[in-house]
């Protein structure tokens, strides 16, 4: 198995790299962000309660998202792997996650975190506004997510870097330009089938 932590700010390209990178290498995407947009969608209890958090640009507790999160990876027993994209966000949910793959005899192997200059992301996500239908893609709620992630996702940054697992991504290029350099680490540890 290889499992992959995508990383990095709101409009940063997870979503978009993450389709790419589950074509190109057979893995299976984990989005918390879809799973928890699918819940609110479809008005499940789970969905009521995170979208409160949600609305705001703040992050829905750990054990909802945990207990969420671990229901996916027991779906899914014969994956090749993971790409895990917008999770962990939080301290608490890296370790989880950690408890969670080692339960499984896996682990993650790597953490790549997109780059990109702050005002880009605001571009990015204001236009993506215009037609995403996404009640969190507005200028405010996008400052607050933004300032979300320095304050709590940061951490989990440092705390994948302390295993040697983190890699660095400039992600302000083309977005082919991107999966390039995304790939040039991935395919340290496998290789695509197309
Ligand atoms: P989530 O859905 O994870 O949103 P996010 O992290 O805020 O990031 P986005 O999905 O907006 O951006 P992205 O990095 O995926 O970029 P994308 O590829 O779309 O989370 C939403 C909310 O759910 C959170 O605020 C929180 O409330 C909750 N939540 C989710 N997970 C949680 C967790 N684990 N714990 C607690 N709460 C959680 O690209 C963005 C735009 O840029 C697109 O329009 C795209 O076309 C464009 N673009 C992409 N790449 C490029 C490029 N290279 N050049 C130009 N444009 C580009
Ligand atoms: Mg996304």
């Keep these: 198995m290889f499992n992959l932590v995508l990383f990095g700010p709101p409009g940063s390209g997870k979503g978009t790299q993450s389709e790419n990178i589950v074509t190109n290498y057979n893995l299976l995407h984990i989005s918390t962000g879809d799973l928890l947009r699918d819940e609110v969608s479809r008005h499940t209890p789970l969905g009521t309660e995170a979208k409160k958090y949600m609305d705001q640009g703040m992050l829905v507790p750990d054990e909802v998202v945990i ?13 090749r792997g993971f790409v895990f994209d917008g999770f962990p966000r939080t301290r ?19 953490v790549l975190s997109l780059e990109v200059p702050e005002a880009d992301l605001i571009k990015r996500l204001v236009g993506r506004g215009e037609t995403s239908g996404r ?27 302390s295993y040697g697992k983190l890699e660095t991504v400039v992600g302000s290029n083309t977005i082919e330009e991107t999966f390039k350099a995304l790939a040039k680490h991935i395919n340290k540890y496998i290789l695509p089938v197309t």
């Design 92 to 110: 608490t949910q890296a370790e989880a996650l950690d408890k969670l793959l080692e339960f499984k005899n896996t682990k993650i192997h790597l």
């Design 67 to 79: 207990g969420m999160i671990s229901g996916k990876i027991d779906e899914m027993p014969d994956a």
């Design 135 to 161: 009640s969190d893609d507005t200028e405010e709620v996008i400052t607050k997510r933004i300032k979300e992630y320095h304050l709590k996702t940061t951490p989990v940054a440092n705390y994948y870097n």
